[in-house]
């Protein structure tokens, strides 16, 4: 049975629930993987780029081009990710997840699925992907950066 992790707290008016900067983390990284899965089906390429460290960006120019590439194919992807655990240290988070990823218009090939840890930091109020290791959920056939 899964609890949620939330604080009473004296400080907070009569009837009120405080939550725990674990939890806010947490609905951070959620949603951070929900915007990832959101700006692939809508070719949101500005939206897709915020959720990424700078420092990623600059690292791996061919990872993004083939987003790009997609996108401008008029192909978006449905991306359907599951998470399996998360580990939270500090600003830092770590992301254990498994995936499937559909072409839309489908493709000949079907859809493809990986393993894959997100290594996420924050970054002002939301939480931004700055590691990918395993298989590569953003253009299927290519390899993860650093894999």
């Known amino acids: 049975m899964l609890v949620p992790t939330l ?4 400080g907070c008016a009569k009837g009120q629930i405080k939550v725990s900067e ?8 959620r949603a951070t993987l929900s915007d990832l899965e959101r700006t692939l089906m809508e070719k ?16 791996n120019p061919a990872l993004f081009e083939a ?3 997609t996108f401008q194919e008029g192909r978006s992807t449905q991306l359907s990710l599951q998470v399996d ?3 939270i240290d500090g600003s830092r988070a770590t992301v254990y997840l498994h995936w499937e990823a559909t ?3 489908v493709g000949r090939t079907g859809p493809s699925r990986g393993n894959t840890t997100l290594h ?28």
């Open 120 to 147: 996420l930091a924050q970054d002002q109020q939301s939480m931004k992907i700055m590691a990918i290791e395993g298989d590569n959920p953003l253009a299927t056939g290519a390899p993860a950066p650093g894999s």
């Open 44 to 59: 949101d390429w500005e939206g897709f780029q915020k959720l990424f460290l700078r420092e990623f960006l600059r690292e």
């Open 7 to 10: 604080l009473l707290s004296g």
């Open 22 to 29: 674990t939890e806010l983390q947490v609905q951070k990284i």
């Open 103 to 105: 072409a839309v218009p």
């Open 67 to 69: 987003v790009a590439r």
């Open 85 to 87: 655990l998360i580990q």
